[in-house]
């Protein structure tokens, strides 16, 4: 039986604690991330979709944290559709 999107976000969200974010970290959409995003009949809580359309794979936490000041749980939130699948770190860059 497949569990409804609500069990899954539920689910999700309470499957351990979230990974706290650093202010320079950048994510980008899985290929899944993309077709969630286009789709028109998304199954994501209008809160998680909102987040992920804005995600562009250029700015980092620091910078959402700062215009989405009034947005809670937004470490969580990145958490989540990471966990979900739709979103995953930019690897870091070490410039030696």
């Known amino acids: 039986m497949k569990e409804s999107p609500a069990h899954t976000v539920r689910r999700l ?53 700062q215009a989405l000041d009034r947005f809670r749980n937004l470490d969580e939130t990145f958490d989540m559709l990471e966990k979900m699948g739709y979103v995953e770190r930019l690897p870091q860059r070490w410039d030696l």
């Open 13 to 65: 969200a309470y499957g351990g604690a979230p990974a706290l974010l650093r202010d320079d970290e950048i994510f980008i959409k899985t290929h899944f991330g993309r077709i969630e995003a286009q789709s028109r009949h998304s199954t994501l809580p209008r809160r998680l979709r909102a987040m992920l359309m804005v995600i562009d794979g250029r700015r980092p936490v620091g910078l959402f944290r």
